[in-house]
């Protein structure tokens, strides 16, 4: 190992104990909406919840098992992972269906859906398409750069914050009805711009923790976030509205 390569290891010296703070923020966010329901949800839910699960763990274990050396372990291990994270962005992709079916639904039976009107879900579908563009963009970057340590390690570490959205934006929904009720102020979009704040927290204190700031990846991830405070303007757009459900539908 170089010395380049040594003092990028050691930069990242207990990383894999931070990233428990991402994978306990996912699993609290999405609690409620997946485990609360669980019998009634679609096998691409289960699918995509397992697989983003594992992605967390994932990006838990490879710092571990680079800090202590187990290099063969970390290769094997990264071999598998990639494999992992396109099922994490084909399973979210398949996924976009759901909410052009849902925008349909909500259109036709307002009193189900409450204050989620149909623009919400276009909104959703919108997002997150641009999310996962950006978490396989991640990805490859990553493997493009996976002989440089730092740059490496820091395009996986982005991908927590690119597609944490989902998971803390339904737990703050929850938690918004909780404190202010069904029929509380905001209740659609506030939640989802408080999701964001924090993410966008959170991606800032860690890049300035490891000195990636000015990374491209933090460009990326903060990018991303800030795309999803606009859901309500495009969920809103009729022209896109059309092109999704001719895209995602037909």
Known sequence: MSVHDRNGLN????????????????????????????????????????TATLWYLFLILQPYYAERRQFDRHRTNGIIGFFLAGGVALT?????????????????????????????????????LVMMSAFIF?????????RSLQDHAWWLISTVFIIMMPALGRGLQFLWVVLFGKDGPGQVIMPLYLATGIIVVLLIWAALRYGRLNHP??????????????????????????????????
Not at 109 to 128: H, I, K, L, N, S
């Open 138 to 146: 991640a990805v490859i970057q990553s493997i493009r750069h996976r």
């Open 217 to 250: 990846a933090t460009w990326l991830a903060l990018g991303a976030n800030l795309f999803n405070l606009l859901i309500e303007p495009l969920g809103k757009w009729e022209w896109l509205q059309s092109v999704l459900r001719a895209t995602i539908k037909g």
């Open 92 to 128: 979210a992709l398949s996924a976009l269906n759901r909410d052009i079916v849902n925008a349909g639904l909500s259109a036709q039976m307002r009193d189900q859906f409450g204050p989620f009107e149909p623009w919400f879900f276009y909104g959703v579908a919108t997002v997150e």
């Open 11 to 50: 930069r990242y010296t207990g990383l894999y104990l931070w990233m428990v703070i991402p994978m306990a923020i996912m699993q609290i966010g999405i609690f409620h909406d997946y485990w609360g329901d669980l019998t009634e949800n679609a096998w691409p839910v289960h699918v995509h919840y397992w």
